[in-house]
């Protein structure tokens, strides 16, 4: 090799050298929008419903392996047999040292959507009971998903600056409930490295674009579904006296469970006890002989968890008492199990970690305090039930800053997370949780 061919090659490498020293999240990010924009109008045009993620499961699959992960499909087992589940995880190596999990989740939500954008929704699929409903993304997971894929290009891209492994799961059926625990069971800890830290972000439907929100300890809520069924004796509208009416029965067991927030339970200490669905009789003038009734709870701390549900049962089975029905005609009060979740709770140590990096990355004023929330997440499932592996759930601004700074001012709410009108704006977005995302696990995998 001649001192030309050697002057060209160590000018070639200096200038490799110089554009992997300039690349860093943000410019990584703004050249990865505009395709994973069209990705995002795609998922949102194609939503699917928990249990069923399999066009959506297989983009996010092709995305991770084009970005260098060892990607594996159909990973998960649910309860029911013949179950699938589309459960995907990709995992990229960068040497020794330490494993994080980054977690997006999959499905939509039966919701008409009436946001009246050029890539609205207008799919429709069979629920469970195999009856026609709409499909929206009303929750943003397809923003989750984007941002997935473009965290995995950037941290492809960034080899120079961590080390470790990262774990991107795309997980199924997070609105119903299950998809992360099938992933646990079909063993997400055990076939792949059992990750040190878990990370995830949601969209927000309150804060602007551009902004972080972070919360230190609980974030989200124990949720418990609950079936009530409430006996009586039915007879004749026009007889009252000869029956003992269970709707209002109900009627009274429902007001008093609402004594288990306000005298039962200290005050520091949040609970939500919702009566989502009553159902019972099936004419004027019948007293029938139940009541059915539908409940979610919520809570934070196992305790309280636990005294609420036990406290429902007690009012409800001392409503009857007081009624005059017999023991055998008590209320059947029966907590879903398969539908339950426990809280997530944001480890206060990785949260006082990683917030000074989110900070750094979109500058301080644009990382706020976000207060919890009595909706639920079943992120905590990677936590583990003894939340013995830390995790950071940070939510990511998607609301207009315009709209937002009117809804402030006018106390008019916006479209919430679950409605039919909610439209996250997806550039800028996708953009910060790329940058939000990269700069957390860049700061666990540090040289």
Same mark, same amino acid.
């Given at each position: 090799?001649n ?16 554009? =992997? ?6 410019? &990584?990010?703004d050249a990865e ?5 069209a ?22 699959a ?5 970005a ?21 995880? +990709?995992v990229? @190596?960068?040497?020794a040292?330490?494993?994080? &999990? ?7 939500l ?6 009246? &954008?050029? *890539? ?5 699929? %069979?629920?469970?009971? $195999? %009856?026609?409903?709409?499909v ?8 989750? =998903? ?5 965290t ?7 080899k ?9 799961? +795309?997980?199924?059926?997070?609105? =119903? ?8 069971k079909d063993?997400l *800890? ?20 551009? @902004?972080?929100?972070?919360t230190?300890?609980?974030a ?17 509208g ?10 209002? &029965?109900?009627a ?7 004594t ?9 200490? #949040?609970?939500?006890?919702?009566? +989502?669905?009553?159902h ?9 002989d ?13 305790e309280?968890?636990?005294?609420? !549900? ?9 409503c009857?008492?007081a ?14 199990k ?9 480890? #206060? ?6 917030? #000074?990096? !989110? @900070? ?7 990382v ?6 009595m ?5 905590c ?15 990511? $601004? ?12 006018t ?15 997806p550039? #800028? ?10 700069s957390?696990? !860049?700061?666990?995998?540090? @040289?």
């Amino acid at each position: 090799m001649n001192l030309h061919c050697v002057a060209i090659l160590s000018l070639s490498l200096s200038a490799a050298t110089s554009l =992997m020293a300039q690349q860093t999240p943000q410019s &990584l990010a703004d050249a990865e929008v505009p395709s994973l924009l069209a990705i995002y109008k795609d998922l949102h045009s194609h939503p699917e419903l928990s249990t069923r993620e399999e066009r959506s499961s297989a983009i996010v699959a092709k995305e991770l392996k084009a970005a260098g992960c060892e990607v594996t499909e159909r990973v998960g087992k649910y309860e029911q047999p013949g179950a699938t589940c589309f459960g995907v995880v +990709g995992v990229m @190596k960068n040497g020794a040292g330490p494993t994080v &999990l980054v977690r997006s989740d999959l499905d939509a939500l039966p919701v008409h959507e009436e946001t009246g &954008l050029p *890539y609205a929704s207008t799919v429709t699929s %069979k629920n469970n009971e $195999g %009856k026609d409903v709409p499909v929206m993304h009303a929750c943003g997971h397809d923003i989750h =998903m984007s941002t997935l894929i473009g965290t995995a290009r950037t941290l492809g891209k960034l080899k120079d600056k961590w080390h470790g492994t990262i774990i991107f799961i +795309g997980q199924p059926a997070e609105e =119903m409930v299950g998809g992360a625990r099938a992933m646990l069971k079909d063993g997400l *800890y055990t076939r792949w490295p059992k990750p040190d830290y878990a990370l995830a972000l949601h969209d927000d439907a309150e804060i602007e674009t551009g @902004k972080i929100g972070v919360t230190e300890g609980y974030a989200f809520a124990n949720v418990d579904s609950v079936d009530v069924t409430v006996h009586g004796m039915g007879g004749h509208g026009a007889y009252p006296h000869k029956t003992k009416d269970p709707v209002a &029965l109900a009627a009274e067991i429902i007001n008093d469970w609402q004594t288990i927030a306000s005298r039962e339970n200290n005050p520091l200490d #949040p609970v939500v006890v919702t009566v +989502g669905s009553i159902h019972g009789g099936t004419k004027h003038n019948i007293i029938p002989d139940e009541v059915k009734m539908q409940l979610t709870v919520r809570t934070y701390k196992p305790e309280v968890r636990i005294r609420t !549900l036990a406290a429902i049962d007690r009012i409800a089975k001392g409503c009857a008492t007081a009624a005059g029905l017999p023991p055998d005609k008590f209320p059947d009060v029966n907590v879903l199990k398969g539908e339950g979740v426990n809280a997530t709770y944001n480890n #206060p140590e990785l949260v006082k970690r990683v917030t #000074p990096a !989110l @900070k750094d990355a979109i500058g301080e004023n644009n990382v706020v305090r976000k207060d919890p929330t009595m909706g639920g997440e079943d992120f905590c499932e990677y936590s583990l039930p003894d939340t013995s592996i830390p995790a950071f759930m940070f939510v990511v $601004g998607a609301v207009d800053p315009v709209k937002a700074a009117e809804s402030n001012k006018t106390g008019t709410p916006l479209p919430s997370l679950h409605s039919s009108k909610f439209a996250p704006v997806p550039e #800028p977005t996708i953009r910060t949780g790329i940058i939000g995302m990269t700069s957390a696990v !860049l700061e666990l995998l540090k @040289k």
